[in-house]
Every structure is written in structure tokens, then in C-alpha cells.
């Protein structure tokens, strides 16, 4: 009984070497994913930014975002904003910022765009006298505001900053005009 338990045991072994020898060699791992391409945003968004001095980006960011509101186009619109971005009313207290209003990040902007400015129905925006400061990837520029026919001198001021070679909007605060 030893005798065949050991006989059952010496065919058994290589059988399971055999058999070990013709399975599958382990898969190789899947190779890396490539880190997604960035859409396109700001004025990178923009053909007639292509090949643009920063000024002549930033004017041409400044003048899409009237477009867009015109238009009422949010999608683009919102890719002139960058992500951490800000609106300010500042409600003609420009030295009184606690009675500002404040839309923090894009989907709040999103939001005032969609209820409160487009709703409006402005049929012109234009952006004029525009004062650009330059500071490497940062931009300030003062504007004055021209809705339809209503006109804010130095109503309007923006940030915008530099990523990946593209202005995007970063900032607006308007009503900096103090009412008499």
C-alpha cells in the first residue's frame, strides 16, 4: 500500500510540473495612461488670439466675454474663466467692501451669468478705454463699462492670469463708479 501511495504520489508530481509549465505567463501590466491634454480655455479659446501679443490677448478675452453674454453662450463664456476665479459687485462703494456681493469659483459665476445677467438681454457689450497692466503672468486692467447705452467710466476692473500660455479671466469687480 506504501508502495502505491509513493507510485501515485512519483506520477503525480511531474504531471503538475507539466502542467505548470504549459499555463499562461502572467499578463503584462497595462501600460501607463497618458495624462489628459487641457482643453483649450481663455484666450487660447479665441483663433484671432493665435499668435497675439499679451495685450492683444487680453483685449480679445475682454471683448469674447461681452460677445458671449450677448449671445448668451455659456459654454465659451465660461471657458474664458479660469478656475479659481471671482465676481465682485462692489455696488458703488468702492471703498466699502462690506456691502460687496461675491460670486467665488466658476460655478457660481456660471450661476449669475445664467440668472441674473442673461436674463437682461443685453443687445451690446463693449469694453472700452481699457487700461492693461502688465506683471509677468498677471494682468489688471481698468475698463469703462458700456452696456446697450448705459456707460460706467472706469466702472469695470479685471484680472486675468497666464497658464499654460493662455489668458484666462481671473477676476472682475464693476460698479467701482461711486454714486454722486
Known sequence: MARLL???VQALVPTMLLLAGCSRPPAAPPPPTPAPTPLPAGSCTLVAAD???DEEAIRLVLAAEGEQVVAQAIEPLMALWAEESIVV???NTPDDAADD???LNKDAIRHRYVRT???GAPTSIQPADLEISLNGEQATVRATTQIGGEIAPAGDR???VKQNG???LESLTYNL???P
Open 6 to 8: 509513493r507510485l501515485g
Open 51 to 53: 499668435g497675439a501679443s
Open 89 to 91: 459687485d462692489a455696488k
Open 101 to 103: 456681493q461675491q460670486w
Open 117 to 119: 445677467v442673461f436674463p
Open 158 to 160: 479685471w484680472t486675468l
Open 166 to 168: 493662455c489668458w484666462l
Open 177 to 179: 463708479e461711486s454714486n
